[in-house]
């Protein structure tokens, strides 16, 4: 007769483990079915232009370290010729006075006071020997002079010192700001290659289609999407403008500053320099190199344009509601729609 045992149970840890597996998978697969679906198209534009935007502010503060890196460097340049010319000054200054010491000496014996001056540490006595009373008149007056000499060099030794550290405090804030730009272009060139090859090459086309419309406006020769005519700007806002329009098409580079690529202060310092007048680099000193103007119903062709709250981009105002700029990387010099970014205020210059 067979034996009829009953199965064996798990135990509690086994139970306690399948459950606890089970469990796991099925909150795994309800994450992988509720995961973000892939960003569409449109989605993917907003934030590379998002990111896009972030580097411009990231290079106008790139261009206002390299501005201040080039005049720091100019200044060190000028003060230590200063200083080398003044040395040599001092040198034949100090040789004179002792021309005079020793003519003194084979005319009848040194006076004691140019003992005490031509001996131990050159710049210790001086200030000794000029309270001598007996010393000549000539002899006080070519040491005061080079007394004051020494006092002038020490200075400009003391400010070329500190330049030299501003200088590579300035190096070391460049390198970061080109480090943040260069950051944000490969986290948006990241971006737009989540995208399919059909869906970049759409983008593309929009692109290149706003290239093609500002081109249509060029050659109409108002630059102001066909609205009319428009009064050309004079003297040498006019000629500065003139020089912009000659630059559309070509393209938008962070830092750049022509002739063959701009950002966006780049295209506007440059214009104004090859119509023969400075501007600074920076879009944000160049909303203070003029007279405000707050309405765009004042504006006139030629104004600078600038935008955003923190000022970070500029343009050209090209007449009725449009604008003449280096937009961002992707694009190229172009006329664009006054609205498609925050107007802050024009600047006449």
Same mark, same amino acid.
């Given at each position: 007769?067979?034996?009829?045992?009953r199965?064996?149970?798990?135990?509690?840890?086994?139970?306690?483990?399948?459950?606890?597996?089970a469990?796991?998978?099925?909150?795994?697969?309800s994450?992988?079915?509720q995961?973000?679906p892939?960003?569409?198209?449109?989605?993917?534009k907003a934030?590379?232009?998002?990111?896009?935007?972030d580097?411009?502010?990231?290079?106008?503060?790139?261009?206002?370290?390299?501005?201040k890196q080039e005049?720091?460097?100019?200044?060190?340049?000028?003060?230590?010729?200063?200083?080398?010319?003044g040395q040599?000054d001092?040198?034949?200054?100090?040789s004179?006075?002792g021309?005079?010491a020793?003519?003194q000496y084979?005319?009848?014996?040194?006076d004691?006071?140019?003992?005490?001056?031509?001996?131990?540490?050159p710049?210790?006595?001086?200030?000794?020997?000029?309270?001598? !009373?007996?010393?000549s008149a000539k002899q006080?007056?070519a040491?005061?002079?080079?007394?004051?000499?020494?006092r002038?060099? =020490?200075q400009?030794?003391k400010?070329?010192?500190?330049?030299?550290a !501003?200088?590579? !405090?300035?190096?070391t804030?460049?390198?970061?700001?080109?480090?943040e730009?260069?950051?944000?272009?490969?986290e948006a060139?990241?971006?737009?290659?989540?995208?399919?090859?059909?869906?970049? =090459?759409?983008?593309q086309e929009?692109?290149?289609?706003?290239s093609?419309?500002?081109a249509?406006?060029?050659?109409?020769?108002?630059?102001?999407?066909?609205?009319?005519?428009?009064k050309?700007a004079s003297g040498?806002?006019?000629?500065?403008y003139?020089? =912009?329009?000659?630059?559309?098409?070509?393209?938008?580079v962070?830092?750049a500053?022509?002739p063959?690529s701009?950002?966006?202060?780049?295209?506007t310092s440059?214009?104004?320099?090859?119509?023969?007048?400075?501007i600074?680099?920076?879009?944000?000193a160049q =909303?203070?190199?003029g007279?405000?103007i707050?309405s765009?119903s004042q504006?006139q062709?030629?104004?600078?344009?600038?935008f955003y709250?923190?000022?970070?981009?500029v343009?050209?105002?090209?007449?009725?509601?449009?604008?003449?700029?280096?937009?961002?990387t992707?694009?190229?010099?172009?006329y664009?729609?006054?609205?498609?970014m925050?107007?802050?205020?024009?600047?006449?210059?």
């Open positions: 007769m067979a034996s009829h045992r199965p064996k149970q798990p135990s509690r840890t086994r139970v306690t483990v399948l459950t606890a597996t469990a796991a998978a099925v909150a795994l697969t994450q992988t079915a995961a973000d892939k960003p569409t198209k449109s989605e993917v934030k590379v232009d998002k990111l896009y935007e580097a411009e502010k990231a290079t106008e503060k790139f261009n206002g370290a390299k501005e005049k720091l460097e100019d200044e060190i340049d000028n003060l230590q010729d200063a200083v080398a010319r040599q001092l040198n034949e200054q100090r004179a006075l021309t005079m020793s003519a084979r005319s009848g014996g040194i004691p006071s140019l003992q005490l001056l031509l001996s131990g540490d710049d210790s006595y001086l200030d000794k020997a000029s309270a001598l !009373d007996s010393l006080a007056d040491i005061q002079e080079i007394q004051s000499k020494q002038d060099l =020490a400009q030794r400010e070329a010192t500190e330049k030299l !501003d200088l590579a !405090d300035t190096r804030e460049l390198g970061r700001k080109k480090k730009v260069q950051g944000k272009l490969a060139r990241t971006l737009l290659n989540t995208l399919t090859t059909a869906e970049r =090459a759409a983008l929009e692109e290149e289609r706003a093609r419309d500002s249509d406006r060029a050659q109409l020769g108002t630059g102001n999407g066909g609205g009319g005519a428009v050309a040498i806002t006019g000629s500065a003139a020089i =912009a329009q000659g630059q559309l098409g070509k393209p938008y962070y830092g500053a022509g063959n701009f950002d966006c202060s780049g295209l440059w214009s104004y320099a090859q119509a023969g007048r400075q600074p680099r920076i879009s944000q =909303a203070n190199a007279t405000r707050y765009q504006l062709v030629g104004d600078l344009v600038i709250g923190d000022l970070h981009h343009g050209f105002y090209a007449g009725n509601g449009q604008i003449l700029h280096a937009p961002r992707g694009a190229v010099v172009r664009e729609s006054i609205n498609n925050p107007f802050q205020f024009g600047v006449r210059l």
